[in-house]
């Protein structure tokens, strides 16, 4: 241990000041030569930015960590700047690397990922979010279902960041529908047929399987949400009505659909992938 003359850049030091935190990196950007803008998901503070400086350059200290999807520890100075963290080192805990081989549960670990950390604020829900996420992707690289898994895990997420649809009883008339009914994307509940007209659009149709299965991903304990099979009717609903809502209710988009909706389209194609 290099007890004298402690250097800024000297390590042992450094890290006695650092804040260890179990990390899942969301995306890493390159900043000039050797810096990279790392945005990752923790348990206890949610979403994070922070910078790791000359970590281009420095294996040492990022050994294999700065990939979107790893599962690391990270080390945070004590002292960020503004809304910025600074990363002082990293540990690789687990790559997922079976799911980097496999797009299509690449391409659904991407949005999942993406939500976790819109979701991730207020805090409250961040721990719970960072272990389904964490879980998610461990059961992705297993070889689960990669339509199933993912409107499984985003329904659970939506429920644990305080956005819980409503879909067994209409929100008008307490009637449970036996056949359609139409979620409104404004209040997240649903309403029957008899109600639609005097429901708050926009609204998107889900049949009666689509809710039960939705319903039941809300419901189940987090690690029973892999044994939910969505048949493809029932998951283009409810992939369809996924989107709009978290386009309703995020200010942006999530960048991950159009990586997701390639992959699929590429997958149905007769070419394949
Ligand atoms: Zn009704």
Known sequence: MRQANCGRLIFPCETMAAIQTPALILSVKTVGEADCLVT???????????VAKHARKSRRRFPNVLEPLNRVELWLSARPRGELEFLEKGELV???????????????????????????????????????????????????????????????LLKLGGYAWQLEACRTCGERPAGPAWLSLREGGIYCPACRTQAPGPLMSLDAGARKLLAAAQSLPADRLNRLVFPP??????????????????DRPLKAWEFFDRIRAGAASPAGL
């Not at 079976?98 to 939500?115: F, Q, S, T």
């Not at 009717?233 to 995020?250: I, T, Y």
């Open 94 to 156: 687990r790559a997922f690397a079976g799911l980097r081989r496999d797009l299509p549960r690449l391409a659904a670990a991407a949005v999942l990922a993406e939500l976790a950390g819109e979701l991730a604020s207020p805090l409250e829900g961040a721990g719970a979010i960072f272990a389904l996420l964490e879980l998610a992707l461990s059961r992705l690289e297993e070889g689960a279902a990669p339509d199933s898994l993912l409107l499984a895990t985003a329904a659970h």
């Open 40 to 50: 990752f998901l923790t348990p206890v503070r949610g979403r994070l930015t922070g």
């Open 233 to 250: 009717r029932q998951a283009e609903q409810c992939l369809a009505a996924l989107r709009s809502f978290l386009r309703h209710h995020l």
